[in-house]
């Protein structure tokens, strides 16, 4: 998930970068869906949300050469906030912060 904050007057133009960025990544591997929504009470809020077989693949997306041109650009607007969410399911173990590394 992908929060931006898009001055009003350059919304439209803001629109077709951010639709041709979430279509970019829907062409890569492990991609399940995504979708792009503005906010109701503030209209210079906007949200990119795209969900990964797994964070492997999305992290691995974004090394594609057409990624790179097409949605790393603007993926590099976001906020600066932690964009990564894992599902909660009822009765699921929920990720345990760990040193992912081997050593």
């Known amino acids: 998930m992908n929060r931006f904050r898009v001055p009003v007057g350059e919304g ?3 629109r077709v970068d951010v639709e041709l960025a979430r ?3 829907a062409e ?3 991609y399940v869906g ?3 929504g503005r906010n ?3 209209p210079e809020l906007w949200v990119l949300t795209t969900t990964w077989e ?3 693949a999305y992290r691995r997306a974004l090394s594609s050469y057409d990624v790179k041109l097409h949605a790393v650009p603007l993926l590099g607007r ?3 906030e932690p964009s990564a969410y894992e599902p909660v399911e009822p009765g699921a173990d929920l990720n345990i912060q ?3 590394s081997l050593g």
Do not use: Q, S
């Open 98 to 100: 760990a040193t992912r």
């Open 40 to 42: 109701l009470d503030d």
């Open 54 to 56: 797994h964070v492997g």
């Open 78 to 80: 976001a906020l600066d």
């Open 34 to 36: 995504g979708a792009i």
């Open 12 to 14: 439209e133009t803001f």
């Open 23 to 25: 279509a970019t990544l």
């Open 28 to 30: 890569r591997p492990g």
